[in-house]
Nanobody
Framework: QVQLVESGGGVVQAGGSLRLSCAAS????????MGWFRQPPGQEREFVAA????????YYADSVKGRFTISRDNAKNTVYLQMNTLNPEDTAVYYCAADGALRTKIQTRIPYYIYWGQGTQVTVSS
C-alpha cells in the first residue's frame, strides 16, 4: 500500500508558475513509476506527465510539453510537477498516482495507476 498526498496547488495568474509536490509513504517509493493527472471542471481525468522509477525517463501530454516538468527525489519519497507558463486551460484538480507494476515502458492510461492522492486544486485566472 502507498499513501500519496499532494500539495502546492492554488490560484495563479495566466503566465505564472506553480510547483506541485506529492509525498509518498508506505511501500518503497522507488519501486513505482509515478504519474500526474488532472481533471478539469466537468471533464474526465487526463494524463499530464509520468516518470520512471529512477527518474531516467519522462513522458508528457502534448498539451503541457515544454511548459511542465516532472521530477522525483527518491530520498525524500516525493515527486514534483513544475508548471510554467500556465494558462486558464490548465485549471483542474491535479492528482499524483503510482503505477501498480514494474514495467519497461511509461504508461499514460489511468487503469495502470492503482494508488492515488486526494488531489490539489490549481486555478489559473486570465
Amino acid at each position: 500500500q502507498v499513501q500519496l498526498v499532494e500539495s502546492g496547488g492554488g490560484v495563479v495568474q495566466a503566465g505564472g508558475s506553480l510547483r506541485l509536490s506529492c509525498a509518498a509513504s508506505g511501500r518503497t517509493f522507488s519501486d513505482y513509476a509515478m504519474g500526474w493527472f488532472r481533471q478539469p471542471p466537468g471533464q474526465e481525468r487526463e494524463f499530464v506527465a509520468a516518470i520512471t522509477q529512477r527518474g531516467s525517463s519522462t513522458y508528457y501530454a502534448d498539451s503541457v510539453k515544454g511548459r511542465f516538468t516532472i521530477s522525483r527525489d527518491n530520498a525524500k519519497n516525493t515527486v514534483y510537477l513544475q508548471m510554467n507558463t500556465l494558462n486558464p486551460e490548465d485549471t483542474a484538480v491535479y492528482y499524483c498516482a503510482a503505477d501498480g507494476a514494474l514495467r519497461t515502458k511509461i504508461q499514460t492510461r489511468i487503469p495502470y495507476y492503482i494508488y492515488w492522492g486526494q488531489g490539489t486544486q490549481v486555478t489559473v485566472s486570465s
